[in-house]
């Protein structure tokens, strides 16, 4: 939703129409290709390298690839996760509203939330492992190199 509201109009067209994967695979996959670029500068900038020392030939550029890679990866897996665990969140609190009376309308009930927080918290512990894997071990080849 937040997507939506800071898109161009003639992408809201598309995504009104329910037409999304084709606008928005272009739109994501050239801002990825956009901070994996930003992060490779930051990394020639840090490692003092001139624009003429930039190849793929170069040992110092062959070994701070594969380091700066999963950062962008790593926000999305991270994403990802947050939509998947709030999915799950949805899917407990949905029948809620269609078993307890006057949930809905504001009256008085009693909600599971002590289910609702257990599932929560599962959720998001089972789901931040990888991208907390992922945003720790390039630090760890930094320090080992």
Do not use: H, Y
């Not at 009104?16 to 801002?31: E, F, V």
């Amino acid at each position: 939703m937040s997507d939506l509201a800071r898109s161009s109009e003639s992408l809201r067209g598309w995504i009104s129409l329910g037409n999304t994967p084709q606008p928005w695979q272009g739109l994501r996959n050239w801002k990825c290709c956009l901070d994996r670029l930003a992060l490779f500068a930051a990394f020639k900038t840090s490692a003092g390298l001139e624009a003429q020392d930039l190849s793929l030939t170069e040992p110092m550029v062959v070994i701070g690839l594969p380091m700066v890679q999963p950062f962008p990866s790593g926000r999305a897996m991270t994403m990802k996760s947050v939509g998947r665990a709030a999915e799950d969140m949805i899917t407990e609190i949905r029948p809620q509203f269609k078993e307890i009376d006057g949930l809905l309308e504001g009256r008085e009930g009693s909600s599971q939330t002590a289910q609702l927080v257990l599932t929560s918290r599962q959720r998001q512990l089972s789901e931040m492992v990888l991208p907390g894997v992922v945003a720790v071990k390039p630090s760890d080849w930094c320090i080992a190199w």
